[in-house]
């Protein structure tokens, strides 16, 4: 290509690979981030080698001319590499995952400082009931009109006459403010024996500057964050980067804390939760190189790092790393991409390593690094089973006499306890006791949640909201709408009912929506604030609260049903997650798992404690269905607000699949969850071998159709969602 010409990486959702010509006097390589106009309109956008990215070329004299160049350092080599590599495997356009580098259009905009609005104490003498919310729920917090005003739920014109009137006043922010630097001789630990082993072992890797990927396997409450941190003061020490993903940004609060605690400051967070400022100073100074350790949620991993020399990704086996919409990516297989291109170990750290992760042990492809018991005088917990036949709650109960008991000696003794279900709100389904009416969501093939506490009905799955009714809209009779099964208030209701003095917490997404609400909970669970947690998965990992001895599973077989071919390994993930929370300090901890089946295989590794056989079982299991990691799955998932559109794409669609031995086709069938969002879904499954390119096959089979604009297609590529 002549050197007055370009090729671009548009961030546009169709147009994507552009060229253009380069304007005398501009300099640019690959990798510089630039604007471009397409039409009327200007674009950000990355040079990229055109040998890469192939497209149609265009004739000299149609270029455009490159409109700047972004003041930020150029996007490196390896993350261009990434940006390719996850384009193609997950099938994905590559502006979309260009998109995920370039979070925040704030980040190269020329502009060090930001103007943002905080609240000034002063009332206005109008004050609308628009101006007293937005005022109320504003509170401390700082931010651009826009985002006042959606933290508000006001229009942005509320914000903009409180700032007329005096009551909420501009304040300018620096966003190049240096961020301090972690010290790693801060607070070293004097880690135990099979601590320090592991530790150095990292430690090494880190100093070897090249790829190699860890399983950091240690039992809950092992010191695994302790070892870890190990690796990032090496970094630090050899002037590397490091990322840390963490799977719930709820996690990072406690995480920055301890951190600090090693390092003497903060690492830099990186979450959907920043304002605009934040962002647009993370961004640079990562991009920079001058964040030296980032902490962060999935979305953290495709960021300009120029000198990572580590990454780890904490809870590993957690499934929220895998995105659900966009670019469907797992962000651990990403990160171990993302060592390879980077030259720099990875660490997967978790006490529940994933089947396809073992398997990668047993192909000698990641290194395993054991921690087999708890640091200090902290023993595992005891794990029993309650057979809710045998031992049946009372009647509109859902706690079982043994575990009533236990939480009775638990608070005697003054110690804390958590009860853990996986489920939001108090009911999962409303029904009409008199004609048999169920409440479900027009847009979603699914109940409407109960959410006594906040008086409304809601769909977990697009949020459509409706008032708590009074009467129910069929035969319109009153008092006939009930309750059925509980979710996480309901037991919190049966909790105060059995112990009205217990201090209660219900942490869920509902409770726990920021970092800052995180934080304050840990505060109160380590203040002995709270005696009784009732909780969902949130709850599940990550804390360490010593005082913390019992842990109650309500519904151990929640997660059972649904013929996920993970249900098992899921299940079992959560209670052993759930149950590390349990006796973490110098007492020892009891768990209760309340289960029907109490005899299956899962249940009985629990109790046993019996991973090992249980695994072996699982994997086994797995290599006969030909399943993950031994054999392959992708979903083509087609839908449309309009049903036959979408069932006839997805018929066409399933009459061109290829027929080839590697490779079968299941469906097109009307998907589990038929109806999301208002758009019908109908589900094709590939099943192939592991060795087979199935993007390739997909690829091409695809890209051979054409569909109407109102039926969208979208691929998952190793999908953990079957709904
Ligand atoms: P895991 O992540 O493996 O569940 P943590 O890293 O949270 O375990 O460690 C559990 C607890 O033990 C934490 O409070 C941690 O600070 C403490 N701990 C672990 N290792 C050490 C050590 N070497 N020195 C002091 N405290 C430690
Ligand atoms: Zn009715
Ligand atoms: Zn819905």
Known sequence: MPGNRARILVLHPVLGILDYRVPQGMHVEPGSIVVVPIGPRQYAGVVWEPERLPTEEVGDNRLRNLLAVADAPPIPASVRRLVEWTADYYLSPPSAVLAMALRTSAAFENAPTIVEYRATGTVPDRLTPQRAQALER????????????TIAEVSDAVIRGLVKTGAIEAVVVDTETPYPLPDPNFGPPDLSADQADAAS?????????????????????????EVYFEAIAAALAAGK???VLLPEIALTEPFLTRFAKRFGCEPVAWHSGLRTSQRRRAWRAIASGEAMVTVGARSALFLPYPNLGLIVVDEAHETSFKQEDGVHYHARDVAVMRGRFEQCPVILASATPAIETRHQVELGRYEELKLPSRFGAAEMPRIEAIDLIQEPPERGRWLAPRLVKALEETLARGEQSLLFLNRRGYAPLTLCRNCGHRFQCPNCTAWMVEHRLLRRLSCHHCGHTIPAPSLCPECKSEDTLVACGPGVERIADEVAALFPDARTAIVTSDTLWSPAKAAEFVARMEHGAIDIVIGTQLVTKGYHFPNLTLVGVVDADLGLDGGDLRAAERTFQQIMQVSGRAGRGEKPGTVYIQTHSPEARVMQALISGDAEAFYAAETEARREAEAPPFGRYAAIIVSSEDKAAAEETARMIGRAAPQLAEMHVYGPAPAPLAMLRGRHRFRLLVHARRSFDVQDVIRDWLGGLSWSAKVRVAVDVDPYSFV
Not at 138 to 149: D, H, N, S, T
Not at 201 to 225: C, M, N, Y
Request: neutral net charge; without cysteine.
């Open 201 to 225: 072992i990292l430690r090494q890797a880190v100093g070897a500057e090249s790829f190699q990927p860890f399983l950091l396997d240690g039992v809950t409450g092992s010191g695994k964050t």
């Open 241 to 243: 980067q490091t990322l």
């Open 138 to 149: 504003i509170g401390e917090r700082q931010g651009l009109v826009r985002e006042l005003a």
